[in-house]
């Protein structure tokens, strides 16, 4: 709920965000204030330019926007964090799939090489029972 009168939005508070501390477009600490002006918004709080009324920066927003825009940021951090758990599980898994397939070409050619012996074997016997059958 940004203020319609003002110029500058919630939005771009999020890069002002340091901590808990809240810096107005002069990088100067936006104290926090009460409206006291009757009316429906009479004793919200939010955050103005530091030289607010004066020679205001246009920086303003109202304490439930910087809530909201500082629980966004957390969630964005929790997805960053998943998003980093999981390029780091694909990567582990890649590796696992690149030794499982050198693993597979090693059985394969294994299995190639007792394949050729055993023909060998029994190419041996047959010759073998070709020359008992021929005497």
Not at 3 to 25: E, I, T
Not at 65 to 72: A, E, G, K, R, S
Request: hydrophobic share 35%; glycine share 4%; aromatic share 8%.
């Amino acid at each position: 709920m940004v203020s319609q009168n003002s110029s500058a939005s919630g939005s771009s508070s999020q890069s002002r965000l340091s901590g808990s501390v809240l810096k107005c477009y002069h990088n100067e600490v936006a104290p926090l204030r009460v409206v006291r002006h009757n009316g429906p918004r009479l004793g919200m709080k939010f955050y103005a330019c530091a030289y607010w009324p004066k020679e205001t920066c246009g920086f303003f927003s109202w304490v439930d926007d910087v809530n909201l825009i500082q629980d966004m940021q957390f969630q964005i951090l929790d997805e960053d964090i998943t998003i980093a758990d999981l390029e780091n599980e694909v990567k582990m898994l890649k590796e696992e799939n690149e030794n499982l397939e050198d693993q597979l070409a090693e059985v394969g050619i294994e299995c190639n090489e007792r394949r050729l012996m055993m023909e060998r074997e029994a190419d041996d016997k047959r010759k073998t029972y070709a020359l008992l059958l021929s005497w």
